[in-house]
């Protein structure tokens, strides 16, 4: 079973409920409390060995992932982060201050993005380090802005290049929280995700959720120079459409909204690229000049247990 | 440095924000949005080794433990629990049906106390099994009830017996949340935590947040039949003082209110007993016939780092 295979079973077994809006399955849940105010939830674990290498890593550097992963899937709603919460097990054999070093870098990120720790767990273990952060947030002026909202004929845009995170931007990226809200006030954003899997495999996720297909096209996917250091046998682009950890914003939106924002420009940071298009027959595709062919969603996928 | 000196560490690190109105350093934190309604917010995460050991334990029954020592906490505020998310960290070499045994126990006890499971993180990786839970909830009718309310004169109550629930209790306790939610109705609660350092520190974290100090009767702790059962040189009435994870409550209250409670004994499935009381001397202490002591707040403390 894989980690998709897993959250679709656990779709399936999760009842209906009038308190959740929004259940598993996007970037945040949506909870609404008695007086219907909705508030966005994630969470995310990183584990060494897997996310970060402790060995090769400040702790800083980990503590800011751990917040930055998180602030990326309220961008992903077009929310503002308001709070969080941390656990953490330390490695028994833990160097001195490692405990303070993720809580300064879990800080740096979240007062870069108004954001309140608010409580935790912190315990010490016979295991290797492991930290996981929930983030609470509220929706922006446009609401949440869901996975599946995509129709044929929309625009896939882009906020930033792709590929090559491994080289360092999956551990030092900035989180899109600023450009999600910008873009949700200046367009219809019909569906929205955070590149965590890969733009190939996230764009299939969007796909799915909307129940539409998605064309990216080759020569439009902006490639960061990161992938084209990568020397082992992949392409850039291939890079690009797979590599995961790019944490910028994929979002599909009317084609006359997305050519303003491609001639705006607005973001300070970044530079908007439309990499495709939803069309009516599902699946995922790849544009190749005249050329169309069906694309592996491809990204980096958890295989749970035997 | 210890986990208490860590939180201290954190606490000092963490600014006033108006949007939390309760910061860390009680069972749960207090984060109200624009609409100004309070949720409580808590974390916890369970270790392979710390909180259970994998190979001796049904998975099914980790899941309920993770799920049930939030909602312990939600409790420890007379609250109402509403929305949970789960991340994991599942070791490569699980056995077949890990993940969904562990996520069948979270929901036969989310279930138990009308509890959405709205998301998570699933990752399979070179480690031992770590998973943590992010429990969302509600204020009851009457407040969050905090830990540092209690006024010299109060009497202190306990919900159950305590002592020796590593002999199974401390995997399938039922947490109080129907019975801190009808006790904050029935009488003006001042403070209240759950038991899950232990009596004694639990006892003393509730002294030195509510700024007095606290008298337990020795003769007076109700004492688990499990506590009993333990033959490794402790007392049972040191297992009861210094056992972690019984995951009753601990609650000051006024003395007539105390009275009615323990007339009454209001609770379905267990029985409420005076341990002790509040006093305007700092300090936690053990009361033996006509001999008062100093009590050191023994229980589970996590050493963090070296």
């Known amino acids: 079973m894989t980690e998709f295979e897993y959250i679709h079973w656990l779709r399936g077994k999760t009842p209906s ?10 970037d945040c849940a949506v909870v609404a409390g008695a007086s219907g105010e909705p508030w966005l939830v994630t969470t995310d674990m990183l584990l060494d060995g897997v996310h970060f290498v402790l060995e090769q890593t400040e ?15 309220i961008a992903a709603m077009a929310g503002r982060p308001v709070a969080a919460v ?21 800080r740096e990120k979240a007062d870069e993005f108004q954001t309140a720790i608010v409580g935790g767990d912190t315990n010490s273990w016979d295991g290797r380090l492991t930290l996981s952060v ?28 792709l590929g090559g995170s491994i080289l360092g931007k999956h551990l030092d990226f900035t989180p899109r929280v600023r450009e999600g809200l910008l873009l ?20 299939n996720h969007l796909a799915e959720e909307s129940g539409c297909g998605i ?8 490639i960061a ?17 797979s590599d995961g950890e790019d944490f910028e914003l994929l979002f599909a939106l009317p084609p006359e909204h997305a050519q303003r924002l491609l001639e705006l420009q607005p973001l300070a940071e970044t530079t908007l690229t439309c990499v495709g298009e939803c069309i009516e027959e599902k699946g995922l595709f790849l544009q190749e000049g005249q050329t169309r062919r069906a694309l592996p969603a491809l990204g980096f996928v958890h295989a749970l247990g035997r």
Chains 1, 2 share one sequence.
């Open 17 to 26: 409920d009038p308190r959740v809006p929004v259940g598993p399955g996007d």
């Open 59 to 73: 702790p800083r550097r980990i503590g800011r992932k751990a917040m930055a992963v998180n602030l990326s899937d």
């Open 86 to 106: 941390v656990s953490v097990g330390l490695p028994r054999q833990a160097p001195a201050n490692l405990a303070e070093e993720l809580f300064l870098g879990l």
């Open 134 to 161: 929930t983030l609470l947030g509220q929706t922006g002026p446009a609401g949440a802005i869901l996975r599946s909202g995509a129709k044929a004929g929309d625009w896939l845009l882009v906020t930033g290049p």
């Open 184 to 203: 949700s006030q200046m367009a219809t954003l019909h569906a929205m995700i955070d590149i965590s899997d890969g733009l190939a495999a996230d764009a």
């Open 215 to 222: 064309v990216l096209k080759a020569d439009a996917v902006p």
């Open 225 to 241: 120079p990161a992938a084209y250091q990568l020397q082992d046998g992949q392409t850039p682009l291939e890079h690009a459409l």
